[in-house]
């Protein structure tokens, strides 16, 4: 539905941007890291998400169950999201390190960030996975 669509309109964007610098003559450089060890913010793509369940039923029991299901596959997330991924999550510039998983409430600095609004809203609606 909405998530297979915005996926597809990313590719699209991608396609396009492709298209319009290389008939410039102009490079992309898709690199998370693209200046190196350097004193920045890295290039990556948060991502928000939720379930149907999480939307209407949630809880914090359903919540902590998710959380603990993430940190059990963390190495699993991390090796999709990506390559060289290690340069940009490091624990600093607003990411978590990209080996410990954490989440918090408003924390930008967490794996996950967690939305004032879904606490406040019973543990309901969608949370924002800041490592892709």
Do not use: Q
Request: charged residues 30%.
């Amino acid at each position: 539905k909405g998530s297979k669509k915005a996926a597809d309109e990313m590719w699209m964007a991608r396609y396009l941007m492709l298209r319009l610098t290389e008939k410039y003559g102009i490079d992309i450089e898709f690199h998370c890291k693209p200046l190196g060890d350097t004193d920045w913010n890295g290039s990556g793509m948060h991502a928000n998400f939720s379930t149907e369940y999480m939307r209407t039923v949630g809880g914090k029991e359903y919540f902590e169950a998710l959380m603990a299901a993430f940190d059990k596959n963390l190495m699993d997330h991390i090796a999709v999201y990506g390559p060289d991924n290690d340069k940009r999550l490091t624990g600093k510039h607003e990411t978590a390190p990209w080996n410990k998983f954490s989440y918090g409430v408003a924390d930008r600095g967490a794996s996950i960030r967690v939305p004032h609004s879904f606490v406040n809203n019973g543990y309901k609606g969608y949370l924002e996975d800041r490592r892709p």
